[in-house]
């Protein structure tokens, strides 16, 4: 019997905490892109990936975590300089930049050195990780 109040209380709480956290998420609000970041085109994709190191954000406005990369993202276009950038490819209007690239959750971040992917992230990333992941091509 104590086992099972136990049991209840536990999940209890561990339903709080998970709500606590669905709901911060949830209401992450959308931020303006900085200047330095590229908005990736089917049509402009090759041209801005060529000789380049780019981090490419696909991303959607409906996911949450995606919106808690934003500022991040922002803060890493801002300190990257000379071939070296952040892009963005929003996975609802280029689906098929999302599939050829097997995107199949979001977030995903990839990385590309002249166009060809060296290394992907799934998931929130802190901004230390990422510019150490770009300082490592």
């Known amino acids: 019997m104590q086992t099972t109040i136990g049991i209840l209380v536990l ?3 561990l339903g709080f905490f998970i ?3 669905y ?3 949830k209401n992450t609000p959308m931020v303006e892109d900085h200047e330095k970041i590229l908005t990736l ?3 402009n994709f090759q041209q801005q ?3 380049k190191i780019v981090l490419i954000d696909f991303w959607a406005s409906w996911c949450a975590p995606c919106r808690m990369m934003a ?3 922002n ?3 801002k300190e990257l300089n000379g071939n070296s950038l952040v892009g963005k490819v929003n996975i609802e209007q280029y689906q098929s930049l999302a599939q050829r690239f097997g995107v199949r959750s979001i977030p995903t971040l990839i990385l590309l050195k002249n166009g060809i992917e060296v290394n992907r992230f799934v998931g929130v990333k802190s901004k230390d ?3 150490q992941q770009i300082g490592k091509v």
């Open 11 to 13: 999940i209890t709480i």
């Open 19 to 21: 709500y606590r956290a």
């Open 23 to 25: 709901s911060k998420m």
């Open 41 to 43: 085109t089917d049509k």
């Open 49 to 51: 990936t060529r000789n």
């Open 71 to 73: 500022p991040v993202l």
């Open 75 to 77: 803060d890493v276009a």
């Open 129 to 131: 990780f990422l510019l």
